[in-house]
């Protein structure tokens, strides 16, 4: 196998290993729109650290961090309603990221690869940060998923029962902004919430449990970068868009599976 | 306890004492002067129309709402059972029962399945939380409710979306579980008659407390009356009712021209309970 070829096997496998778990939540706490609008606003992160020259990384953890660290702030003045201001905010962020691209030195941004990914042509060092980062939010999301689960279902009672919602609801969000970081290498921004959504859909289909889904989530979309990655050199399709068709493809088999099952059993 | 050494006042046995709460919501004073104490093996009922103030009060007694004034003291070291008015788990979470109930208390172990069995909902732990009905789910959150060993249950609204037989059943639940453990409950109503018989004290909240005291104190005060109207007075021996006008086809009061045909009191009771909704609000 090629090296390039390695390197995005891995490096799509560590992001799809992450998002299983961390993508079973968004599913459960409803916030597959709170993962788009932090994903469109990354790029803010990548024209900053273009700008400041900083690590793009640490750019994009910083930007995507402060947008959930606003968020739960703004929860807790409950008259406001979330997903507007979410909205402007990710929105607002994405067009002046674009603006700002536009007036930088454009032979150094490929902004498509921002948009939809460019897994081939991930780095060893991209590597480190998938695995560095994703291993700590997987440890997070581990120490954390009672409290994160008692909170998920619900809220209140959770409180008076002790668990440090306030605490895991931050947390939680700050790891989203970890992962779609890193994702973004992989898939992009456009396409990053798919990668946390639709395999955490498909393992719905089979689970049992909520650890059980979280797991065959991670499983699913690892699957997927497999399967999108050999679509992409078969048939020479962009790579990114590829292994989101390749979740879709596993998620719709996974379901007409069980359909025919429960009909027959 | 140092505690009690400095605050040699409460009586023995208190566990919650709320005093002077005014709490506004959204620009509106939804709490306003409210009181309210509850003890050990005692039962305190909330009772108000909807929108009245009680699960708010009940969020406040919990510390989930900080109150823009008063004073609000649990004896310290109270372990609270709560039961929130509604919990409805999504459908993309494979939550058994079991499950549901472990998740209120590390380390469970067997427990889950005894207290089930109390509650009276044996045999469900497997089954998937969101496939139970209306009365099995309220036995389920009362369950985890029990399974923190607690010193005070709070239960909004215990017996909601439960039919009139498993309402009468589970008020005589809570009264048993009261009688075995001794412990304090503070739940919501909104039906004083249904909660009669199962309560010590009942707590009237209209925004302010409009009255408190035992059950049938309370179902002949003016304040409880001109709240409820005379639906409130359903079941009571005594049943006067005067019609000072009649109903259009459509439901509107229309001018009563001539005496109308008596009609049985069950209608009367629907007619007044559609009234007192629209007074109520006001
Ligand atoms: N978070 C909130 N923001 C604004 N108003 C609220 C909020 N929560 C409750 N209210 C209002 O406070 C009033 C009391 O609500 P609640 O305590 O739930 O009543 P009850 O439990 O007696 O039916 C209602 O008018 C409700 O609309
Ligand atoms: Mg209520």
Redesign the interface.
């Known amino acids: 196998m090629d090296d390039f070829l390695l390197r995005a096997l891995l490096g799509g496998i560590g992001v799809a290993m992450v998002a299983g778990p961390l993508g079973a939540f968004v ?2 706490r ?1 916030m597959a729109y709170f993962g788009a609008a932090m994903a469109h606003s990354a790029l803010l992160g990548v024209a900053l650290g273009l700008l400041l020259e900083l690590d793009l990384n640490v750019a994009v953890i910083a930007v995507c961090g402060a947008l959930a660290v606003l968020v739960a702030a703004l929860e807790r003045y ?2 406001l309603a979330t997903d507007t201001v979410l909205g402007i905010v990710a929105h607002v962020s994405l067009a002046v990221a674009l603006v700002a691209l536009a007036f930088m030195e454009t032979a150094r941004v490929d902004l498509f690869a921002y948009l939809f990914g460019d897994i081939l042509a991930v780095t060893r060092l991209d590597l480190v940060w998938i695995y560095g980062g994703g291993l700590t939010a997987l440890a997070a999301v581990v120490a954390m998923w ?1 409290p994160l ?2 909170a ?3 809220e ?6 002790g668990a440090p919602v306030a605490g895991v609801r931050l947390a939680f969000m700050l790891l989203l902004a970890l992962v779609i970081a890193v994702g973004l290498k992989v898939v992009g921004l456009l396409l990053i919430t798919s990668l946390l959504i639709i395999p ?2 498909a393992a ?1 289909r089979v ?4 650890e ?2 979280a797991v065959i989530a991670s499983a699913i979309g690892c699957l997927a970068v497999a399967g999108g990655l050999y679509g992409s050199l078969r048939w020479d399709s962009p790579a990114g868009p590829s292994i989101v068709v390749a979740a879709a493809v596993l998620f719709t088999a996974v379901t007409l599976a069980t359909l025919a099952f429960t009909r027959r059993g | 306890m140092a505690n009690q050494a400095t605050e040699p006042e409460r009586p023995h046995g208190l566990l919650v004492e709320v005093a002077g709460i005014d709490l506004k919501l ?1 620009g509106n004073l939804v709490l306003a002067g409210v009181a309210l104490t509850a003890s050990e093996g005692e039962i305190v009922t909330l009772i108000g129309p909807n929108g009245s103030g009680k699960s708010t009060l009940v ?1 406040v007694v ?3 709402l900080e109150p823009d004034r008063g004073s609000v003291y649990m004896r310290p070291g109270t372990r ?1 059972g ?1 039961m ?1 008015q509604r ?1 409805v ?2 459908e ?5 029962v079991g ?2 109930l472990a ?4 380390a469970a172990g067997a427990r889950p399945r005894a207290v089930l069995a109390e509650v009276g909902a044996a045999g469900l732990a497997g089954r998937p939380i969101q496939r139970l009905s209306g009365g099995e789910m309220q036995r389920v959150l009362l369950a ?1 409710a029990l399974l ?1 060993e607690p010193d005070l249950l ?1 239960l909004d609204e215990p017996v909601q979306g439960v039919d009139v037989t498993g309402q009468g059943e589970l008020f005589e639940l809570i009264t048993r579980i009261r009688d075995r453990r001794g412990l304090g409950v503070l739940m919501v109503s909104h039906d004083l008659h249904l909660v009669m018989a199962s309560t010590d004290t009942v707590v009237c909240l209209n925004h302010h407390v409009c009255c408190t005291g035992r059950p049938e104190a309370v179902s002949r005060h003016p304040e409880y009356l001109a709240l409820f109207g005379p639906l409130a007075e359903r079941g009571l021996a005594v049943y006067t009712h005067q019609h000072d006008h009649r109903h259009a086809v459509g439901g509107e009061a229309a001018p009563l021209a001539a005496p109308p045909p008596r009609q049985d009191a069950a209608e009367d009771t629907a007619e007044d309970a559609a009234e007192t909704e629209g007074r109520s609000h006001g």
């Not at chain 1, 209140?156 to 029962?161: D, G, Y």
């Not at chain 1, 689970?207 to 909520?210: E, G, N, V």
């Not at chain 2, 993309?92 to 058994?96: G, R």
């Not at chain 2, 998740?103 to 590390?106: A, Q």
């Open positions: 599913v459960w409803r409950k008259g009672r689960l008692a998920t279902v619900h209140e009672l959770a409180e008076v029962e955490a859909a719905r689970a049992r449990t909520p059980q889904m | 959204g969020r919990l510390g989930l609270v709560y929130p919990v788990v999504d993309m979470l494979p939550l058994t499950r549901f998740l209120g208390v590390p985890r923190r709070v």
